[in-house]
């Protein structure tokens, strides 16, 4: 039975704490949704390089508002557990603009979002994060929006600067409205410590290979850890692997150690049947 968005938004936030992070494994379509569900996921994000790719389109906001949020529907009908969505730049230069991509994405059955800055000035990006929490507060719903910066994706100054341009671009954030902040590329054990300390709300950091392990970022503070688009990059690495040993030596371990068969197929006949 599928919970109500009132229940799914409240149960959403409150996994949002610091020292216990929430464990994101970003998926990109129903299959990957399904799979992260029933391996004991709390939560469902999504990462819209994954979603770009899968339909043919490169990622850096190419992707149009209306099939981002017909793949956002097909994952809330397809998992019963609270959907974030990545919505990259809103899908739209226009504060009004970002308020629709909100109100479809809600009606669509999220109640997380993630929006980032990119290269915006943070002075127009908050009216964005504005015009977002306006228009979930205009359908009643508790929506969590949560805000990425890309300070140090872009790389530019010492990693000192960097924490304090995050910290500043956080505050304009929270005050716009803002219930998280998201920090892609801070990676050190300093910049995770010095971004607990100077966010006033939940922390969120990418992880990967070679990243501070989750326990540690717990102790750092951190409420909340993902994947982004790693799991998709992987997923194609095997397809792309697959392939070329085919072509190449005529052989086949590429796919060794897949899924069965019989375990997919029965994750969405289970599906069909709620």
């Known amino acids: 039975m599928h919970t109500s968005a009132t229940d799914k938004a409240a149960l959403f936030r409150s996994l949002h704490k610091a020292h216990t992070p929430l464990r994101l494994s970003n998926v990109w379509d129903v299959a990957s949704a399904r799979i992260t569900e029933s391996a004991g996921a709390r939560a469902i994000a999504m990462t819209s390089a994954g979603v770009a790719w899968s339909l043919g389109v490169p990622d850096g906001s190419k992707l149009d508002r209306e099939s981002a949020v017909a793949v956002i529907a097909r994952i809330v009908e397809a998992v019963d557990l609270p959907v974030t969505a990545d919505i990259e730049g809103g899908y739209s230069d226009r504060p009004e603009g ?10 669509a ?14 002075a127009q990006f908050v009216l964005k994060i504005a015009a977002a929490r306006h228009a979930a507060d205009s359908l009643g719903v508790e929506l969590f929006i949560n805000t990425r910066t890309d300070v140090f994706l872009a790389g530019n100054g010492s990693e000192a600067q960097q924490i304090d341009e995050a910290i500043e671009r956080a505050r304009l ?22 971004l607990v ?9 990418m992880v990967g290979p070679g990243s501070i392990g989750v326990t540690e970022l717990g102790r750092l503070g951190v409420a909340r850890v993902s994947l982004g688009s790693g799991v998709a990059q992987s997923a194609y690495a095997v397809a792309q692997r697959a392939a070329e040993e085919l072509l190449t030596v005529g052989t086949y371990e590429s796919v060794a150690g897949g899924l069965d068969y019989g375990t997919l197929n029965d994750l969405f006949a289970r599906a069909a049947l709620r």
């Open 197 to 205: 300390a100077g966010v006033a709300v939940p922390l969120n950091v």
């Open 109 to 122: 059955g999220a109640v997380g979002i993630n929006i980032e800055d990119g290269h915006s000035d943070p």
């Open 98 to 107: 970002v308020a629709a991509t909100v109100a479809a994405v809600l009606k």
């Open 173 to 194: 954030y929270v005050e716009a409205g803002a219930d998280g902040i998201f920090v892609p590329g801070a990676t050190s054990e300093t910049a995770v410590s010095a």
